[in-house]
T-cell receptor, first 112, second 114 residues
Framework: KQEVTQIPAALSVPEGENLVLNCSFTDSAIYNLQWFRQDPGKGLTSLLLIQSSQREQTSGRLNASLDKSSGRSTLYIAASQPGDSATYLC???????????FGTGTKLQVIP | NAGVTQTPKFRVLKTGQSMTLLCAQD?????MYWYRQDPGMGLRLIHY???????AKGEVPDGYNVSRLKKQNFLLGLESAAPSQTSVYFCASSDMHRGNEKLFFGSGTQLSVL
């Protein structure tokens, strides 16, 4: 059974700092991995999706990498801003509509 | 720009009461899902649908029923609510599963069962 872990559960950084969020998974046989952002009281918004054959994806200040062999993905946020404060979740698709496994998220606080 | 819309946003039920959560999507997606989110746990799949008229059980289906009579709507029913069903419920949709389709989520329904 796929297990997805995100450590740390919470992170606080000063504005302007570059930061890395981590996601690890136990089964390397995946179709894709998605990073989501969740604001309090809101739904999840997809930030980046990395297909199994890809190594990384970039969108603005966000860069996500995928290393299937080690079961790890990282989300890099450059020049963090207070508006980046949210919970970031990763989700691993192991190949089926019912086989998307979510991590519990990292709650990020960017301090002005 | 509606995307995925869930109603209601909040609901309080007494044990044993019933209710239906409605999810509507305007992206013509084939696949729709119901998840629940509990503190300290990742989102867990309750039921899903791969097309109009089809439904299937997910990871935690007990105590819930679903229907997809129209492609754009996916209903989640609780026939006899229990305190263990206190949670935040999210509906999501995606296009045909080819391994590279993003999930689009609604804003959630916070349900409390007393």
């Amino acid at each position: 059974k796929q297990e997805v872990t995100q450590i740390p559960a919470a992170l606080s950084v000063p504005e302007g700092e570059n930061l890395v969020l981590n996601c690890s998974f136990t089964d390397s046989a995946i179709y894709n991995l998605q990073w989501f952002r969740q604001d309090p009281g809101k739904g999840l918004t997809s930030l980046l999706l990395i297909q199994s054959s890809q190594r990384e994806q970039t969108s603005g200040r966000l860069n996500a990498s995928l290393d299937k062999s080690s079961g790890r993905s990282t989300l890099y946020i450059a020049a963090s801003q207070p508006g980046d404060s949210a919970t970031y979740l990763c989700a691993v698709d192991s190949g089926g509509y019912q086989k998307v496994t979510f991590g519990t998220g990292t709650k990020l606080q960017v301090i002005p | 720009n509606a995307g995925v819309t869930q109603t209601p946003k909040f609901r309080v039920l007494k044990t044993g009461q019933s209710m239906t959560l409605l999810c509507a999507q305007d992206m013509n997606h084939e696949y729709m899902y119901w998840y629940r989110q509990d503190p300290g746990m990742g989102l867990r799949l309750i039921h899903y649908s791969v097309g109009e008229g089809t439904t299937a059980k997910g990871e935690v289906p007990d105590g819930y029923n679903v229907s997809r009579l129209k492609k754009q709507n996916f209903l989640l029913g609780l026939e006899s609510a229990a305190p263990s069903q206190t949670s935040v419920y999210f509906c999501a949709s995606s296009d045909m599963h080819r391994g590279n389709e993003k999930l689009f989520f609604g804003s959630g329904t916070q349900l409390s069962v007393l």
